[in-house]
């Protein structure tokens, strides 16, 4: 009996030694496959060509349909261009470009869409490039961005760019060069090199502190763009949207607290431009949805909002 007792005891600590709490595990990986139906959904009802890279910036996870189709980038080739502002600004010596270099507006600075600089004073007003980037960021100004580009380099922003192995990235004309677009030479990017440089500058691979954040601040000016629109006001997102006939792209990273994100969603061909500008916040919203849950959520999928104190 005694024996029997003892097997017995045994046993019952064999199994309690390897009986564990079970860890769910799929579960986020189903709402990745729910975030997938839904672009899905978005990209049938869509007149046109649909490029979407979506990162976790916490657990490295990704989302890419037609990630390495090159899209024409309008507007949001304007990160490259802010990026290298940067990155010379920090990294000194001759013949770079500093955020505080003066610069006096010119007349034959002037081109189309420039709603700032056109209505400053030439010869007399005087800027920085940084008050350029602010004006490039906030407002899209094409005078101020060309300036830019000017002062930088074009052939810069493509070594950095290509140092970073961005090989389908490229900025190959100022702003409202048609003679440019017309023989082809068209800025270009590929949803996942825009996530890939996005990504890089937020880990300091690109700009390092104390400049980085001054980049992320500039670069989350507010702006009428597609990935903000819908998502909380108080949501930190550094975004550059770009549109053209037949195009619209924004590409950005949200600052979700405890899950950033890189988001980047690219459409061209449009019949409708404005259905390429819902498809974008159409995605945003979703994507948000996802990232949120993940962010307030334990392991299991519990979310316990503040003021909450109901537990059962």
């Not at 799929?26 to 649909?50: F, N, S, T, Y």
């Not at 955020?99 to 400053?120: C, H």
């Not at 961005?166 to 082809?184: C, F, P, S, V, Y």
């Not at 404005?274 to 994507?287: K, L, M, N, P, V």
Request: net charge neutral.
């Amino acid at each position: 009996m005694k024996r029997i007792l003892m097997m017995l005891c045994l046993a019952g600590a064999a199994s309690a030694a390897t009986v564990q709490t079970p860890v769910p595990a799929g579960k986020p990986a189903i709402l990745w496959d729910h975030l997938r139906a839904d672009i899905a959904r978005i990209e049938q009802h869509l007149d046109g060509v649909l490029g979407v890279a979506i990162l976790d910036l916490t657990s490295g996870e990704q989302l890419l349909v037609n990630a390495d189709q090159v899209f024409p980038q309008a507007s949001s080739i304007k990160i490259t261009v802010l990026a290298e502002l940067y990155r010379q600004s920090q990294q000194g010596g001759a013949g770079s470009a500093k955020l505080d270099d003066g610069y006096v507006v010119r007349q034959d600075d002037l081109v189309a869409d420039s709603d700032i600089m056109g209505g400053l004073t030439p010869g007399v007003t005087r800027l920085t490039n940084r008050d350029l980037a602010t004006m490039m960021v906030a407002v899209s100004d094409n005078a101020a961005t060309n300036v830019l580009i000017g002062r930088v380099g074009m052939d810069n922003v493509n070594h950095m760019l290509a140092a970073q192995g961005l090989a389908h990235t490229q900025l190959r004309r100022k702003m409202m060069d048609l003679k440019a677009a017309g023989e082809g030479r068209e800025n270009i990017a590929t949803p996942r090199e825009m996530m890939t440089l996005l990504e890089r500058l937020y880990r300091g691979q690109v700009i390092q502190a104390p400049l980085l954040e001054d980049f992320w601040t500039m670069l989350a000016t507010h702006k009428s763009s597609w990935i903000p629109r819908g998502l909380p006001a108080t949501l930190r997102i550094a975004d550059k949207p770009g549109e053209l006939e037949g195009v619209r792209a924004d590409s950005g990273l949200v600052f979700l607290p405890q899950r950033p994100y890189v988001i980047c969603v690219m459409t061209t061909y449009l019949a409708d431009e404005r259905d390429g500008e819902q498809a974008i916040s159409a995605i945003s919203a979703a994507a948000y949805g996802m990232f949120d849950r993940l962010a307030r959520a334990s392991e299991y999928g519990r979310v316990i909002s503040p003021g909450n104190g109901s537990v059962r």
